[in-house]
């Protein structure tokens, strides 16, 4: 009899298509007044040798149906959900809102990778201002009033102060950072002086606004030679080539002596510039052993002090690195350009990563 | 500085090639900027003779000419009024490009008549100005022959760069004297370049009257007079030099004067003695005196200047530029000759002041060689004698050039020691001695100075000298030394302060612009106004130092705009200009679109100051600023909306940032349209934190979970948000955490001028969960709290 009602019952559990229709069949079999807890109460009136042969069965039945009931639900829930995600479809081709995606100028990313790359050869960052005096612009850098490096310089002037003996104007170059530097630091002094300079020029490769980096090492026996192997190993780590050939041609700035003017060995293939071998040059720098007037106009002793200077344009080291051929743009904020050129936050230079982006 | 090489061998003796000279310049520090030959264009052109000459038949101003350039007769149609049968002149091939207009010559038929080529003027094949017919050749001229080579003209022009201090490769002379050193030659005695046997020119009678009364300006003035000169215009071989370099003929006076300024770097002046009255004295101008130059303007000189006059007027702008009327012409018979010294410095005043530059300023105020008057003068006389004629009187003498000999104590191991090259010292010596200078030798040398070389006065120099002309490619590479471990960090808490906040506003989708420290006055004015404003602005437009960042990404704004941008984010790290100094600034501008049309968020958005204050406080953020102790302040800057925008402060004299839409009329006068929202952040006044500790507090997570209660409040409508949040966290600083505004409601059940808040405020338990009348007692504490601060009421 119960494998009668087992059979009813397991068919009617199967046969349910809906949640509902097995929860009466649940009902039907477990409920108060089901059909397997009626037999399971019979159970209570039995002899204890009839409940020993018809517990076990009945149990047995109960467990069945539990099961068959559970194993039908878990069934039937997957079909429902399987049905409601089946109306949840959206399409997933549409487009998603754009999060704006900033960018850092080039000439900052320069700054970064040449602080990074100077960092290693133990030169710190050093600063000054912009709106400088005369004395440290010129004089101090052995630029005397009337000398024609003065008129070289196309300086940008501010009107004289009442008062004041010093003329104001914007800095020329980053060399004032220098007097700075050497007037308030102790040697050994290792410093690179990056900025804005000024000079009242404006054609296609001269605006009136640009930037520089400065270098100054100042200690005992610094000679030439380390002027040479610094701007060699700069210039490796920044174009990241390995094949580097610098030439020194004598020159004049006034501030050094010897001075020299130093040109990178590239080469030119279709109208495409790689920095490195010896076929063509491109002149790049400046500089040259601090002049001993200029370390003595610092307070410092030449016959004990001596070192070299250098002076590069931030622009121009990031045309000739990234392409960029037209230096005004760099001004221009346009965002197409920013785009192009620019690079992204997290493009950190670093000497494990690499200093170029 | 520009030469040929054939003017360069007339003073140094050498073999070596064009390429080798050319290599050699550079390498001693004269940068070759250009080589050009003047003869690679002309390649095609030939000496030719007109055979016959006949009217054309079609027009009245041409000629029909029959040509012979070597190979036969040719039929040439020619307009040039002077071709005749006979003439020797310059033909063009069909084939030949013309220099002048780059008109390729081609057979063709002009008015009818068949045309092989043409004769040429010297305009057309850029030998000179004259265009009033074509070129005639003297009549040994051999036809056939390539035009240029005969001409001499094939002689590669040489154009280096002289750096300032180098006055005496200011002329060819010079330019030789350092090759010779360098060892590309020798250099001749200037009796031989100039192919006379003694500087002894024959003089006689007395020298002419002249004086100086400006012994600073001008400490020495040498003169002759050469008497029954002719003028007329100079010897071909002087023009042709003149003018391979550039310069035009004029006279043959003017150019021998010329050709000495640049063959030796020495300029002379000559007056024609007629139009003197009384002695030649240099002295200071007179104020208001005036002269008109040479160059045909009229400068008035002042009495800080140097003059050359005469008893009733100034002659010359002493040793800037010669004065009209004085000037030699055709009709010159006499002729003075000046030589003069003046001080450098005092004529880079002058011609600053007079905004005049000539040849001569840029010789004279590098300061020209102090001990060649003498010569100079014999070779001016020279000249004069062999291409005017004429006697030559005697040379009178005003003053003393300033010819001090000069020493330099030089030790020859400074070489190896400043240049990092070791140099022989018998190859230093040689060096030095070809250079000019005088060596002797000891523990420290003692070396004489040239003096021509005025910009050596130290041991530095004489070791760039020597290396310079060793060569700088021997200087070796030699490592700097290195401290041992790994590098230091070298940047300082501003430079990474400036880092981060960089960095950061681009991680939020700002693009970094670099704009001009310059503004227009207008837009300065706008921002407050500049403190700066240049004297020599390159362009009204870029006249005035910036007072705020905001202009020139205003500016930039409005150029991408132009170009169809429709949403700007940009950000600039850089400095302000004020009168206190400079200050570094970032400033970030927002303006179009927040955030375009979308199928999902439906219309485009623009940006308000609420974000303008959220960026500013993320850059802060990244900055390291106490971004939770800020309060906002009012507004102060006029060139914010004044009714949203604010400053973030740690209190009203430490403010961090400015925020806000920009002033409508700001944005209406930078033609900016919509709302645009930008801040500024003062990087320099950003608190620094102390240095570091690396290790953190150690990690004390609160036991029990946090419970949050809600609260409605009425508050008047005008009451700032920040003052009733305050008030809340203010009611139990222990157990209140965080407070959150999460609903603000004006409308249906709120009273008319009030506005509902609704806050969850975050209560964390210590060591117990809070009783039920803990919770209550706090509760009272918020409603009175924010009672008394703002009169909030708890929305029943």
Redesign the interface.
């Known amino acids: 009899m119960t494998d009668t009602l087992q059979a009813d019952l397991l068919s009617a559990i199967d046969a349910a298509t809906s949640l509902d229709a097995l929860e009466a069949v649940r009902v039907g079999a477990l409920g108060k007044s089901g059909s397997v807890t009626a037999l399971l109460k019979t159970l209570g009136g039995m002899s204890p040798d009839e409940r020993q042969v018809q517990g076990p069965l009945l149990n047995g039945l109960r467990e069945a149906v539990t099961a068959a009931l559970a194993a039908r639900k878990a069934v039937l829930e997957t079909a429902a959900l399987d049905a409601k995600l089946a109306n949840e479809k959206l399409d997933m081709t ?4 754009d ?7 080039p ?2 990313q320069v700054m ?1 990778e040449l ?1 990074e790359i ?8 050093a600063g000054g ?3 400088e005096d005369d004395w440290h612009n010129f004089t101090a850098l052995n630029i ?6 003065r ?2 310089h196309d300086t ?4 004289d102060q009442a008062g004041s003996e010093k003329r104001m104007l ?1 800095r020329t170059h980053t060399s004032p950072v220098q007097i700075r530097t050497m007037m308030t630091q102790e040697p050994p002094i ?1 410093i690179i002086a990056p900025g ?1 300079v ?1 000079r ?3 054609d296609a490769t001269h605006t ?2 640009f930037h520089q980096v400065e270098g100054l ?1 100042i200690d005992r ?10 701007l ?2 700069m210039v490796k780590a920044f174009f990241e080539v390995d094949d580097v050939t610098l ?6 700035f ?1 501030f050094t ?5 130093i040109d990178v060995g590239c080469s030119w293939s279709g109208g495409t510039l790689s920095i490195g071998g010896s076929e063509s040059w491109l002149e790049i720098l400046g500089g040259g ?1 601090v ?3 200029v370390i003595a106009n610092c307070g410092l002793d030449p016959e004990v002090w ?1 070192g070299f200077a250098f002076g590069v344009g931030i622009d121009r080291l990031a045309m000739l690195k990234y392409g960029m051929n037209d230096l005004r743009a ?7 350009w ?2 192009h050129y ?1 690079f ?3 493009d ?1 230079p670093t000497l494990s990563g690499g200093v170029g982006a | 500085m520009k030469f040929t090489l054939s003017w360069l061998k007339e003073h140094l003796e050498t073999t070596a090639s064009l390429d080798e000279i050319c290599a050699g310049l ?4 004269l ?1 070759v900027e250009g080589v050009e030959n003047p003869a690679a264009k002309l390649s095609a052109f030939r000496i030719a003779r007109v055979l016959t000459a006949a009217p054309h038949p079609q027009a009245d101003k041409l000629q029909v000419l029959t040509v012979d350039a070597g190979d036969g007769p040719l039929q040439v149609v020619c307009g040039a009024p002077n071709a005749r049968a006979g003439l020797l002149g310059v033909f063009g091939m069909p084939g030949a490009t013309v220099p002048a207009n780059g008109m390729v010559l081609k057979v063709a038929s002009i008015r009818g008549v068949e045309s092989n080529g043409m004769m040429c003027s010297t305009r057309e094949l850029e030998l000179g100005d004259d265009h009033d017919g074509i070129i005639e050749l003297p009549a040994d001229a051999p036809v056939g022959s390539n035009y240029a080579a005969w001409a001499g003209i094939d002689d590669p022009v040489i154009d280096v760069s002289v ?4 006055q005496d490769c200011m002329g060819v002379r010079g330019i030789a004297r350092d090759l010779a050193a360098a060892g590309l030659g020798t250099l001749k005695p200037l009796t031989e370049a100039y192919r006379i046997d003694t500087l002894d020119v024959p003089r006689t009678g007395a020298g002419p009257a002249i004086r100086t009364d400006d012994p600073e300006g001008c400490p020495a003035f040498l003169g002759c007079t050469v008497s029954g000169v002719r003028n007329g215009p100079s010897h071909p071989w002087m023009q042709a030099k003149l003018r391979a370099i550039g310069q035009k003929p004029i006279s043959a006076l003017v150019d021998i004067t010329n050709f000495i300024m640049f063959d030796l770097g020495r300029p002379l002046h000559v007056y024609d003695v007629a139009k003197l009255s009384g002695p030649l004295v240099a002295r200071k101008a007179r104020a208001g005196e005036q002269v008109q130059a040479l160059n045909g303007k009229t400068y008035t000189v002042d009495p800080t200047m140097t003059v050359i006059a005469d008893d009733h007027a100034v002659h010359d702008i002493g040793g800037i530029m010669g004065g009209m009327e004085s000037g030699c012409s055709d009709t010159t018979t006499d002729v003075l000759i000046e030589c003069a010294y003046f001080d ?3 004529i ?2 002058t011609g ?1 002041k007079l905004m005049l530059t000539s040849d001569a300023r840029t010789r004279f ?2 300061g020209v060689d102090p001990g060649f008057l003498d010569d100079g003068l014999a070779i001016a006389t020279h000249l004069v004698r062999a291409l005017c004629g004429g006697t030559a009187s005697e040379i009178s003498r005003a003053g003393t050039p300033p010819v001090a000999a000069k020493t330099v104590a030089y030790r020859p191991a400074r070489t ?6 070791e140099v022989d010292e018998a190859a230093q010596a040689a060096i030095l001695t070809r250079l000019g200078f005088t060596v002797t030798t000891g523990d420290v040398w003692q070396i004489g100075v040239p003096s021509w070389r005025r910009d050596i006065d ?4 004489i ?2 000298e020597v ?2 002309i060793h060569g ?2 021997h ?6 030394p ?2 041992p471990g790994v ?6 808490p501003q ?1 990474l302060l400036e ?1 981060r906040t ?17 503004l227009p006055p207008a837009t300065a004015a706008l921002f407050g106004g500049s403190d ?7 362009s009204a437009d ?1 006249a005035t ?1 910036r007072p705020s960042l905001l202009a ?2 205003a500016a ?1 704004a409005k ?2 705009a132009d ?1 169809g ?1 429709t ?4 950000f600039e ?3 302000r ?1 004020l009168t206190g ?2 200050h570094l600034t970032a400033a970030l501008l927002l303006a179009g679109e927040k ?1 375009g049309r ?4 439906g219309a485009a958005t623009g940006f308000d100051a609420y974000d303008a204050k959220a960026e500013a406080l993320a850059a802060l953020a990244a900055a390291g600023a106490p971004v939770d102790r800020l309060m906002v302040l009012p507004p102060v800057d006029g060139w914010y909306h004044p009714g949203r925008s604010g400053r973030l402060g740690l209190g009203p004299k430490a403010i961090l940032a400015s925020f806000g839409e920009l002033h409508p009329r700001v944005a209406a006068e930078l033609d900016l349209k919509g709302s645009v929202a930008v801040a500024e952040l003062f990087l320099d006044a950003i608190p620094q934190p102390k240095s570091p500790k690396r290790s953190r507090g150690a990690f004390t997570p609160p036991a029990l979970q946090a419970v949050k209660r809600d609260f409605a409040f009425l508050v008047a409508a005008d009451t700032p948000a920040d003052a009733l949040l305050r008030a809340v966290r203010g009611a139990d600083k222990t157990a209140i955490t965080d407070v959150r505004l999460f609903d603000r409601f004006t409308g249906a059940g709120v009273p008319e001028g009030q506005i509902s808040m609704a806050l969850t405020v975050t209560l964390q338990p210590g060591a117990a969960s809070f009783t039920d009348a803990e919770i209550d007692a706090i509760s009272a504490s918020v409603i009175a709290a924010a009672g008394k601060a703002v009169g909030a009421t708890l929305r029943g």
Do not use: K
Not at chain 1, 257 to 261: A, H, L, R, T
Not at chain 2, 475 to 480: A, D, G, I, Q, R
């Open positions: 549409l487009p998603v809102a999060a704006p995606r900033g960018s850092i100028h000439i900052s970064d602080a100077f960092a290693d050869l133990g030169f710190a960052v201002p912009e709106i005397p009033p009337e000398h024609p490096a008129a070289m940008f002037y501010f009107p914007l290792r804005r000024y009242s020029d404006s009136p606004m090492v026996d610094i000679t030439m030679g380390h002027l040479r192997w610094t060699e190993t030439q020194f041609r004598p020159s004049f006034p002596e010897p001075s020299v003017e052993m002049h001993p007037r001596q760099f001004f221009d904020a346009d965002l197409r920013l785009n620019g992204r936050a997290l950190v | 550079t390498r001693c520090g940068e750096t300032p201090n180098r450098p410095a005092s880079a005043r600053q105020e590098r190896l020691g400043l240049a990092g090259v130290g041991e530095a120099d070791v760039e290396v310079r700088y490619a200087v070796p590479s030699t490592p700097l290195r401290a590098a230091r960090p070298t940047a300082t430079q880092r960089r960095r950061a506003m681009a991680a939020r989708g700002l693009n970094e612009a670099v704009t001009w420290s310059f700066w404003t240049l004297e020599n602005p390159i870029l130092m020139g990404l930039a150029r991408n170009r941008a949403s700007v984010r940009l790290l850089g400095r200009y100094g400079e955030r979308d199928w999902a968020t």
